[in-house]
């Protein structure tokens, strides 16, 4: 299009310079006709916005990626040779290899990551910065020369990469003995005077004697336990372990022989566990033993984070055939259930100590006939009629506010048989959960009372629910109730480890989550964390990122010790403490021979293969494939074109005008 309407311009260009007036010269004629051809042309291109297309054709070569691994582990040294000299000699067969095959190959050394720090190896990282620098579409395989021992939490990259990875293993003789603690595994909490596990995994390399594993507190050998390797290389160990002091209390296992090894630093293993006071209680008070105790105590059972007791209210306090004293039983108690059957009444003293409790944070759930004892506390207020009546129930709108309500839809709800309930109206500030559905009279009442919660369940025999519903929706129920009245408001901003104790240059992560007063997750937090050393230098100072419904921080490259972490929100002044240990131990330092295990999992589900020498790959000769690649050329879209334009447009008017045209 545009080459035939140049053709028909330039035409019209000749005829019109073909008589002028004044007469010139064909040579200045020439020019002027080739200006303004060169300008009407470019006047073209920009109006039709042509682009030209360039087709060109590229042998494409099969590729191959050489990863070699570089880390401190790959120095340990066998019988002969180190592991990084022994891969070397597989390396330089390999490319010989593909060169002489016509295989294209890209290679790269890499610990943490491509051409990182040497003292942990990061396989997930260095797939990713691979797959960066080199187009994934032709290459047939990965090669993978290293011991195999990884410091990733996962290998989603290389799982979902969709290459073989070839890895190796080739004959690595040590004659020097190793034992060696490989893992630990422990909760990063435990509670006060209550035994916890901590699991240790032992191994012995050339060593078939026996040996001691000691678990080290304070300087002190907590338990010690003889392992004989004469049969086995490998034993799993269960320490069950209690501290009688709550707090952040290190530890150390350490595995002894009397044998000479060729490495003692992974001979011993830190860990620490943040040591908790005695867990959440719920005391319970009737006037009669009914089932509205037995199914809340037997829910209550189920989570291990509670415990409960129950006590009888008659003219005294009861705890089976011994009188105790309210005072003494409510004192470290998280949540009271008090259950009104008609005759449950209290002291003037016990009443002050219930008041109390609710004041200074406690959280109390009333059952059954409104006691007008606690009217200060409570979330209703009793209309004085004496009996009761049989009614279903139903949960309001206000109550889907609260986390402890949505998990139960409307087919759950609506099967709860028929209860006892009692005609009461609620507080001004009180919030209406459940209503009754004939009497329309409120069911289930909350109240905040100062830093207390209080709830009300207007009526008797809710645990019918529980022989009615087959699934375990009453103890859900039940315990989501409890514990909601007995977390404090601090516990609504907390922050966890993902472990106590980590070795040197492995990450530390913390996490934070923040709850507002509907326990929904809170993103608009100023929140920043600051982390101090043992001698209360600050090392770490930066505000959270919010990632997946917690606010995250990511620590790096801490010197080894003990160090304190506080995050603090700017917005509500809530705070959140912990601390950790960095150990002296590199984990490139325990890393012991070649981790064939790992290994042979990353070939097999990538579809690759396990080799001991690269001949067994049995490589075809390579097929090169010509590959046509178009590239466009948008003409209209160059700066350099406008600027011709301008310069011939211009350059004509002045030469017509020199020369007498104008």
Known sequence: ?????????????????????????????????????????????????????????????????ILSDNSESMEQKGLHNTKSEIFAKLINTAEKTLASNGYQFSKFQF?????????????????KQVFERVEPTYVKGI??????????????VIENSNIPVYTFTPLFPINKSDLSISNIRHNNTAYKNESTPVKVDVLSHNYAGKAIVKFIANDIIVEAKTVDFSRINFFNLDFNISF?????????????????????????????INVKNDRSKCLMISDILDWDIKFISDAIFEDQHWQSKFLLKKDELMDGISEVSLEAEINDVNTLVLIN???LSFSSIEINLINKFVENGGGMLMIGKPLAQLADVSAIIDLGIEFGFRSTISFTEESKKYNTFPAFGDPVMNNIPPVTGYFVRSKIDSEILSIFNKERTPAIVFHNVAR???????????????????????????????SWLGQPETKRFYSTLNKNSLFLNENVEIDLYAFDEKLTPVTNLNAKVSVTDDQGKLVFDSFMLFKDNKFVAEISELIPGQFKYVITDNLSGSQSEGEFIIMENSPEARDYGINVALLSYISNVTNGKLLKDFSELNLPQAKHNAVKQTFEFPIYLKWYIITIFLITFCLELFLRKRWGLL
């Open 111 to 127: 610990a943490d990551g491509i051409d990182g720090k040497r003292n942990k190896t990061l396989l997930n990282a260095t797939f």
């Open 143 to 156: 090669l993978l020369f290293s011991d195999g021992w990884f410091n990733d939490k996962n290998l989603d």
């Open 452 to 482: 207390g919660k209080v709830i009300n369940f207007v009526f008797h025999d809710l645990w019918k629910w529980k022989l009615w519903e087959k699934s375990n929706v009453y103890n859900e129920f039940l315990l989501n109730i409890l």
């Open 1 to 65: 299009m545009i080459f035939l309407l140049s053709i028909v311009f330039i035409l019209l260009i000749i005829l019109f310079y073909k008589n002028t007036v004044p007469v010139i010269d064909k040579r200045k004629k020439l020019l002027l006709i080739i200006l303004r051809s060169i300008s009407i042309i470019i006047l073209l291109i920009l109006l039709l916005n042509p682009i030209v297309y360039f087709v060109k054709s590229k042998i494409k070569k099969p590729t191959f990626i």
């Open 244 to 272: 009688a002091e709550v707090g952040f209390k290190q530890f150390e296992i350490k595995v002894i022989s009397d044998s000479i090894e060729i490495n003692m630093d992974n001979n011993q293993i830190t860990g620490a």
């Open 341 to 343: 059957n008609d005759n």
